[in-house]
């Protein structure tokens, strides 16, 4: 299962990633960057900067989980 990653997390978050799948982090938060690599992605985490256009989630055709890791407001 592919993990990607819009941007960086906690280093423990990655480990723990990894136990369930392949870990990618992106390279460019450009559109059409950002599209290429969710055709194939299942799971898909931000922390808030990396803005997901709808071309993207509808590129997504394995998607099962698209989420925002933070704490606070």
């Known amino acids: 299962m592919k993990i990607l990653l819009l941007e960086t997390i906690h280093h423990e978050a990655v480990v723990l990633l990894k136990t369930i799948g392949e870990v990618h982090q992106i390279e460019s938060l450009d559109a059409d960057h950002v599209i290429k690599h969710f055709a194939d992605a ?32």
């Open 42 to 73: 299942a799971a898909v985490l931000t922390r808030g900067r990396g803005r997901i256009p709808r071309e993207a989630l509808l590129a997504g055709k394995r998607l099962k989980c698209v989420a925002r890791c933070g704490a606070g407001t």
